[in-house]
């Protein structure tokens, strides 16, 4: 049997999941697949510049896991730049420690606890239709909502 991964900590889901070199018919790109964990790699690293054994322990891993993870996640945001290739966040081993709210009307994002609340509606344009993001790159549905769509995807 396959022990399981251990989870690693990410404090909110990306605000963006996909990113294209623009002028490109998506059709003809290839892309990288980023994972949660790798993301979050780099915002702790890079982006939040933090010593590797800091971010380590943000993320709840040994500070030879999260070298392994950040070297993964800089050599494919690499390969993207330089190739031109798109780059999708998906999939990996996390545990998101607190959520983002997407509205699905005016595209506003907050913060918000890790199950949003049914009867929730958008601070800023009061719509009600929104979009679980920590929920939807959990269970890994690209694309996916919160309404159940049948096994199409
Ligand atoms: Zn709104």
Redo the contacts with the bound molecule.
């Keep these: 049997m396959v022990k399981p991964r251990k989870k690693r900590n990410v404090l909110y889901p990306p605000r963006i999941l996909y990113f294209k070199p623009q002028g490109i018919p998506v059709k003809n790109l290839s892309s990288v697949t980023l994972t949660v964990d790798e993301y979050e790699a780099i915002r702790l690293a890079d982006h939040k510049k933090l010593k590797q054994e800091d971010a380590a322990k943000k993320m709840n891993i040994s500070r030879p896991t999260f070298t392994r993870l950040i070297n993964s996640a800089r050599k494919k945001t690499a390969e993207a730049i330089i190739d031109g290739k798109a780059i999708k966040i998906e999939g990996g081993s996390f545990i998101f420690l607190k959520n983002r709210i997407r509205?699905l009307?005016?595209g506003?994002v907050w913060d918000a606890k890790i199950a949003p609340a049914s009867n929730l509606t958008?601070p800023?344009?009061y719509?009600n239709k929104l979009e679980d993001v920590g929920n939807k790159l959990s269970r890994g549905i690209p694309g996916g909502s919160r309404r159940r769509r049948g096994r199409n995807w």
């Design positions: 509205c009307r005016c506003n958008c800023n344009c719509g």
